[in-house]
């Protein structure tokens, strides 16, 4: 069961927009929209930030956003924030003999 | 609220099996259309999902770890517990609990995780 791929870090200025890309195959990211992301400040348990590849659960804030193309999904954040410094994770469903595969991570970086 | 905890002890020795326990708050584990999953996360590094249970009893287990892993649900405690065997020093990691909805399959909930060390 391989990880889904991240870049291990991007950064940015207050106010930019970033985006971070979750690379998997044609059985899991390109197979299903069930790709979600998960946003960890350190210490901290994971909270959901996007599912089903695009939509924002309750509370999120609409800075964050999801797409996916092929085999790839991406988070973008718009209007970097100090308080989104934080490692995200993309998870994929990936069919009934795997079933859930995580990214491993990416750590965002507010400059 | 939902809320998820987990408990068990903190320190396994090699060779032996790690036991934890998730207690479910604030709802019944058997109500809606939920998988109850363990996930762990080694210091510095990502996720890794373990398996997950069904109320009705169903699993499924991450292959790399299957033939070690057991999760079981006890409905009357609002509980399920992930068991382990023979762990080795790559077993010592935070592991969480969590609450997957069915459908979408996202973890919505989750525990504050344990972190579970195996070392003599």
């Known amino acids: 069961q391989s990880a889904l791929t991240q870049p291990a870090s991007v950064s940015g200025s207050p106010g930019q927009s970033i985006t971070i890309s979750c690379t998997g195959t044609?059985?899991?990211?390109?197979?299903?929209?069930?790709v979600s992301w998960y946003q960890q400040h350190p210490g901290k348990a994971p909270k959901l930030m996007i599912y089903?590849?695009?939509k924002r659960p309750s509370g999120v804030s609409n800075r964050f956003s999801g797409s996916k193309s092929g085999n790839t999904a991406s988070l973008t954040i718009s209007g970097l924030q100090a308080e989104d410094e934080a490692d995200y994770y993309c998870?994929?469903?990936?069919?009934?003999?795997?079933?859930?595969?995580f990214g491993g991570g990416t750590k965002l970086t507010v400059l | 609220q939902v809320q998820l905890q987990e408990s068990g002890p903190g320190l396994v020795k090699p060779s032996q099996t790690l036991s934890l326990t998730c207690t479910v708050s604030?709802?019944?584990?058997?109500?809606?259309?939920?998988?109850w999953s363990w996930i762990r996360q080694p210091a510095g590094k990502g996720l890794e999902w373990i398996g997950r249970?069904?109320?009705?009893?169903?699993?499924n287990y991450n292959p790399s770890l299957k033939s070690r892993v057991t999760i079981s649900v006890d409905t009357s405690k609002n509980q399920f517990s992930l068991k382990l065997s023979s762990v080795t020093a790559a077993d010592t990691a935070v592991y969480y609990c969590?609450?997957?909805?069915?459908?979408?399959?996202?973890?919505?909930?989750w525990g504050q995780g344990t972190l579970v060390t195996v070392s003599s």
């Open positions: 604030g709802g019944s584990i058997s109500s809606g259309s939920y998988y």
């Open positions: 044609s059985s899991d990211v390109g197979s299903y929209n069930l």
């Open positions: 998870c994929s469903y990936a069919g009934s003999s795997t079933f859930e595969v």
């Open positions: 089903e590849v695009s």
């Open positions: 969590a609450r997957v909805d069915t459908a979408m399959v996202t973890y919505d909930y």
């Open positions: 249970i069904y109320t009705s009893g169903s699993t």
